[in-house]
């Protein structure tokens, strides 16, 4: 079982919908959590990080935490066309502090 | 401000070739980390430094060398190319091993036949 598992879509919605991506992880000792935005060949930028559980917001994007599922979203409000991209979540390995990534959703937002 | 700059964006190499990758950063940080991403897989780490003059293996170190040349520059090499280490790799820095806002290169993509 891979530490973090993401659905690699293509997840396919009409500008303005509100996008819904999601992540587990197997390991409860984890407590940074992170997403990065990857547009075709470019590399991930940081779109959000948490820290632990609940939600965080910035702009349009709302990163969510439950430990007690150990579930991580990414919601995104009014998507755009410009938000078509990869989306990875990542979170810090206990063992050796280095990011993991989920193999990431690909995202299609149609005019 | 370049931030992560990668060299070369794209390569082609027969099995058995060598080469070198060149990344260097101009943001002052302290930790640099080599990527490969494989459709399916996900971005895989194969080596970290956490600072200059320390290297250490990641998730899939086999078949790769590093340099940390100075804080600048991290190189990763391949001594002899296998038609597996077909993939992009990304070069990547932190302000500290423990600061997970990384900054990524735009890759380098390799291909071996």
């Known amino acids: 079982q891979k530490e973090v598992e993401q659905d690699p879509g293509p997840l396919s919605v009409p500008e303005g919908a509100i996008v819904s991506l999601n992540c587990t992880y197997s390991n409860s000792a984890f407590q940074y959590f992170m997403w990065y935005r990857q547009y075709s060949r470019k590399g991930p930028e940081l779109l959000m990080y948490?820290?632990?559980?609940g939600n965080k917001e910035d702009g349009r994007f709302t990163a969510q935490v439950d430990k007690s599922s150990k579930y991580i979203s990414l919601f995104i409000r009014d998507s755009q066309p410009s938000d078509s991209a990869t989306y990875l979540c990542?979170?810090?390995?206990?063992?050796?502090?280095?990011?993991?990534f989920g193999t990431g959703t690909r995202l299609q937002v149609f005019p | 401000n370049a931030g992560v700059t990668q060299t070369p964006k794209f390569q082609v190499l027969k099995t058995g070739q060598s080469m070198t990758l060149q990344c260097a950063q101009d943001m002052n940080h302290n930790s640099m980390y080599w990527y490969r991403q494989d459709p399916g897989m996900g971005l895989r780490l194969i080596y970290y430094?956490?600072?200059?003059?320390?290297?250490d293996k990641g998730e899939v170190p086999n078949g790769y060398n590093v340099s940390r040349l100075n804080k600048r520059e991290f190189s990763l090499r391949l001594e002899s190319a296998a038609p597996s280490q077909t993939s992009v790799y990304f070069c990547?820095?932190?302000?500290?091993?423990?600061?997970?806002?990384?900054?990524f290169g735009s890759g380098t993509r390799l291909t071996v036949v």
């Open positions: 990547a820095s932190s302000e500290t091993e423990a600061n997970y806002g990384y900054t």
């Open positions: 430094s956490a600072s200059e003059g320390t290297t």
């Open positions: 990542a979170r810090a390995s206990y063992n050796t502090d280095k990011l993991i």
């Open positions: 948490t820290y632990s559980s």
